[in-house]
């Protein structure tokens, strides 16, 4: 990745470079005094969430590393709305230990999926393995109209 030219004046670019963890902060150089939020904002907010249909399912696999399952929630609400949520709590700070660097997003985050016609949203199954939350949820089979030939007569 080393080997990708840089759009923005020496910065990594977050366009070319998907590992690059640096987040564009807009009230950085503001005059004005502005709340920090960074601690609270971060990428883990926006968690995310491939969707795939197959023939039998519509699967959501979200990226949470580093959390346990009681720290994430699977709901279906409204109906048919799929909501995944959850938080990272930041780490406990020793005040004999120097921070260097700190790019582990903490926080709480929250995605919500309207779900199609087709979703079975009363079997809705979850499970989460190496860091991976992946929800399935079955569809519907779609009923073949039943055809009935016509004998022509004459």
């Known amino acids: 990745m080393a080997m990708i030219p840089s759009l923005f004046g020496g910065r990594r670019s977050n366009i070319l470079d998907p590992f690059s963890m640096d987040v564009w902060d807009p009230f950085k150089d503001f005059p004005l005094s502005v709340p920090d939020i960074s601690k609270e904002t971060s990428a ?22 580093g959390l346990k399952k009681e720290e994430v929630k699977v709901e279906v609400e409204e109906g048919r709305v799929l909501q995944i949520s959850g938080e990272r709590n930041v780490e406990k700070e020793d005040k004999n230990d120097t921070w260097h660097r700190v790019e582990r997003s903490s926080g709480k985050f929250f995605r919500r999926f ?18 991976v939350l992946t929800v399935t949820v ?17």
């Open 44 to 65: 883990m907010v926006n968690a995310r969430v491939d969707w795939k249909e197959t023939p039998e399912a519509h699967v959501f696999k979200a990226d949470v590393p």
């Open 114 to 131: 309207r779900l199609p016609e087709n979703a079975k949203v009363d079997q809705v199954k979850a499970a989460m393995e190496n860091g």
């Open 138 to 154: 079955p569809k519907e089979e779609v009923k073949k109209p039943d055809v009935k030939a016509i004998e022509i007569s004459g």
